[in-house]
Every structure is written in structure tokens, then in C-alpha cells.
């Protein structure tokens, strides 16, 4: 169909250098061909040309001081990619790699898991090119109280609603929280990741990782098999990485990798959870130290990864879990995993294998997780929160962790289904993107053009 192509040429005029943006879309769009096919009435509401642009496109400088009084200046994105099922849902990135085509990418992402999560969320995406680490909490707090200066005119409870995301945590949302507040004068559910004393949700920041152990769980039951005493592979160790090793422990699985911007960490013991949250969650310093206490782990420097791939996917196992960041594993580190017998690949972060990795995985028919599916259940959790906030009150743990469990299994079930109505019933990434996609695509109709 030539409709990839001529959309794809159209995106590289309209929106040039943004390969990770070409990368999403034209994922998604492969995997419509069937559906277009089928049903070829989306092609003639023009669903295609509408859906690949962002209804809204902001930028914005943010200008703060520093602890040395020198003034800094940095670049600010809100993308709001689509509100065809609800407010603008998507997280805000504080990264120097954050570029229009990173949150552009992500954006477009946002729109088919939020869809596939079954609430009444649309997708966005934010953040800026500013780097926490090495800041102090005051020269934060400071950037954070700029760039809401700028954002807090565009967003709001019914509006949009910006969660957290790499470089934002519960320090960040609650900086940025206070400033919103301060600026509108409003107590109100404009963020969500928010602290647990002042409108956080119990399991919001346990969510991305817990539903991303939960997607596996699900891919592997319906192959008869399950977790327990499996060796798995964690990418990164913020969040998302820290809470899939938490609940791969509690599940019985055997997590023995984690790693940062300066390396791997190997942990043939299994990682020690205490341990890694306290060097990231409470001194913020490199996995590196981790072998003061654990010498019988090993720690794999960047500077050492092999060529055209990353250490953490060498070591042999039978699950893995990206965590970290976009398109983290390579061609070479698919065929390492799979000729090192990994047969279960659920991602926790967004798009992080490559275009061709995934066409292995996909090849070897293994149960391989989408980011967009997979990583949906830290969305759903926000979604959650913005109902507790609607209603002034707070769930009990269990309550949160429950649903959760139940979305993860509906998205699964969705992306099963809809790959199986295909004639395509291991493909999951096919799944996700149709059923996604058609969720919003028939709402958009139904709205008319807009």
C-alpha cells in the first residue's frame, strides 16, 4: 500500500531529522496494512494523515540561575498528540538527548497505549533537554519552577495531565506541582506521580515495572509456563527497572542484571533489592558501588560493551526486561538473546529495540512484549490517581495493584485477540498497533473532522 510511504515522505518534509518519529510511526503503519485491507473505510475519513500529526505542538524556553548565580537555558516540549479518547496523558522527560523528535516519538506512542489501557486518556508527551545529574535539589527545584511557568497555561485536570517520566520523579512532580499551584492558585489533579501525602496514588510508582513482570506472566501462561525460577535480564535502575526486579523476585523469578549511563551490572546471586535502591533512590550515585557490598558481583564499564551492542543482554538467560531507554537493544544484542536462549522479552520502556531486533523476535515467534502494550500499566496507574483525585480520596494499595493486574490481562488479551482475528496469533506487536489504533481511529470518526 502506498499509503506508508507517501505518509512517511510527508512526516520527513513536514518534520525533518526526526528518525525515532519516523521509526514509531512507520511501525505502526506496517502493521495497519491488514486492517486497511479489511476495512477499508479509515482510509476515506483521511485517518492516517490526522493521526500522525499532534493536535498541538508546544516549545518553549526555560531560562533559571544556577547555584553559582550564572543564568541557564534550556529547551521546554509539550506535544498534544491526540484527545480523541480523553485528556492528554503522557510523561514530562528531563534528558539532554530530549529533542521535537524524541517527545514527537514518544507522543505518538502514548496514543495507542493509552488507548489499549481501556480509560479515557488521550496521548502527549513532554520534558526538555535539561540533565539532573550533578544538580543539587535547589538548582532543580529552580528549573522545575520555570518550566511549569511556561507549561501551566496549557494543561490542567480535564486538559492535560503530565506524569513523571526519565528525569522526573517524586522530587520533580512535587517541584513542579508547587509551582502549578502557586501560579493558579488551584489544589488540583494537574500531575499525577504526585506524593502520597498531597494526592499520589498507593502503586503509582511501583506501576510501569509491575505491569510490565504482569504482561510477561500473561504471555507465558498462555504458553503453559510461568516466571518462577526463571533467570531474567533488567535494563536501567530507575523506576521502571527497580520495580521489575521486585516483583520478578516476588514472583520467584531470578533477576541478575540492572545498569546505568556508565555501565552493567551482574549479580549471578540475584540483585540485592535493598541495595539498589539505596545507591538509586537515596544516594543517586553509580551501580558501580555496588560491589563494596556485594564483591561477588561484577560491574561492566561502557567503555567495555561489545561493538553495536550492550553488555546486559550478553549474559545468558531465559527472560528480558528493557528498562532503560529507545532502541537500547540492537540487531546484534537480539541475536545474542535468542541464541542464548531468552524466550520471553516484555519491554518497560518505550520502543527500546530496534526496528530490526524486533523483526527477530518476531521471526522466532518468542513471547515478545511491545513497549506500547507491555509499559502501559504506569499510564493506567496515573489514570487511576486522576480518579481518586476526582473523588478526594485514596485507594488502599491492594485496590490499585488489583486493577492493575486486571488492565494488564485485558491488554494482553486485546493484543492476543486482535493478532489471532489477523491470522497472526504471536504477533503482539500487530495486535497492540491495530487495536490501538482502531480504538482511537473510530472514536475519531464518530467525532468528525477536527
Known amino acids: 500500500m502506498p499509503y506508508v510511504h507517501d505518509t512517511l515522505t510527508r ?18 503503519l506496517e502493521c495497519l496494512r491488514p486492517l486497511f485491507e479489511r476495512y477499508p473505510h479509515y482510509h476515506d475519513h483521511s485517518i492516517i494523515e490526522r493521526i500522525v500529526e499532534p493536535e498541538r505542538q508546544v516549545f518553549f524556553r526555560v531560562s533559571w540561575i544556577d547555584d553559582a548565580g550564572r ?26 538527548s530530549v529533542a521535537a523528535g524524541t517527545i514527537k516519538f514518544l507522543g505518538f506512542e502514548q496514543i495507542f497505549k493509552n488507548a489499549l489501557t481501556g480509560l479515557s486518556i488521550g496521548g502527549g508527551k513532554g520534558g526538555a ?15 522545575c519552577q520555570a518550566f511549569m511557568t511556561e507549561l501551566y497555561r496549557h494543561i490542567g485536570p480535564t486538559c492535560d495531565v503530565p506524569a513523571g517520566d526519565i528525569g522526573v520523579s517524586g522530587r520533580e512532580i512535587g517541584y513542579l506541582f508547587g509551582q502549578y499551584k502557586r501560579l493558579t492558585g488551584r489544589y488540583e489533579g494537574v500531575l499525577t506521580g504526585k506524593g502520597l501525602n498531597w494526592g499520589g496514588s498507593m502503586g503509582r510508582k511501583e506501576a510501569t515495572g509491575y505491569g510490565a513482570v504482569y504482561f510477561a506472566q500473561n504471555m507465558l501462561a498462555a504458553r503453559g509456563e510461568t516466571l518462577e525460577g526463571k ?6 535502575a530507575g523506576n521502571v527497572a527497580i520495580y521489575t526486579i521486585e516483583k520478578l523476585l516476588e514472583l520467584g523469578a531470578h533477576p ?5 549511563s556508565r555501565g552493567t551490572l551482574h549479580d549471578p546471586d540475584g540483585i540485592d533489592l535493598d541495595l539498589l535502591k539505596q545507591l538509586k533512590e537515596v544516594e543517586r550515585t553509580s551501580l558501580e558501588n555496588y560491589l563494596e557490598k556485594r564483591p561477588s558481583a561484577r560491574y561492566i564499564p561502557a567503555s567495555d560493551y561489545p561493538k553495536d551492542g550492550h553488555a546486559v543482554w550478553q549474559i545468558k538467560a531465559e527472560a528480558a526486561f528493557p528498562c532503560a531507554t529507545q532502541n537500547e537493544l540492537t540487531e546484534a544484542d537480539a541475536e545474542t538473546l535468542l541464541a542464548n536462549g531468552v ?13 530490526a531486533a524486533v523483526d527477530l523476535f518476531l521471526e522466532a515467534q518468542i513471547a515478545y512484549g511491545p513497549g506500547k502494550a507491555a509499559n ?8 487511576l490517581e486522576m480518579a481518586q483525585n476526582s473523588s478526594m480520596e485514596q485507594w488502599p494499595l491492594e485496590k490499585v495493584d488489583e486493577k492493575l493486574k486486571q488492565i494488564m490481562a485485558n491488554i494482553y488479551q486485546q493484543c492476543a ?8 496469533p504471536t504477533n503482539l506487536v500487530l495486535g497492540a498497533n491495530i487495536a490501538g489504533f482502531r480504538k482511537v481511529a473510530d472514536a475519531m470518526i464518530e467525532q468528525g473532522v477536527m
Open 256 to 260: 541478575v542484571t540492572c545498569s546505568d
Open 129 to 143: 533537554d535539561f540533565d539532573p545529574k550533578g544538580k543539587s535539589d535547589n538548582e532543580i527545584m529552580r528549573f
Open 231 to 236: 533467570t531474567c535480564l533488567v535494563s536501567g
Open 417 to 424: 485477540s486482535t493478532a489471532e482475528e489477523f491470522n497472526d
Open 343 to 355: 524466550r520471553c522479552i516484555s519491554e518497560g520502556a518505550n520502543m527500546p529495540s530496534t526496528t
Open 71 to 96: 543564568v541557564q537555558v534550556n529547551k521546554g516540549y509539550r506535544i498534544q498528540f491526540n484527545s480523541a479518547l480523553g485528556p492528554y496523558k503522557g510523561g514530562l522527560r528531563f534528558h539532554p
Open 376 to 383: 502501559a500499566g504506569g499510564v493506567a496507574t496515573s489514570q
Open 11 to 28: 512526516l520527513q518534509r513536514s518534520s525533518p531529522a526526526q528518525s525515532e518519529f519516523y521509526q514509531a510511526a512507520e511501525e505502526v
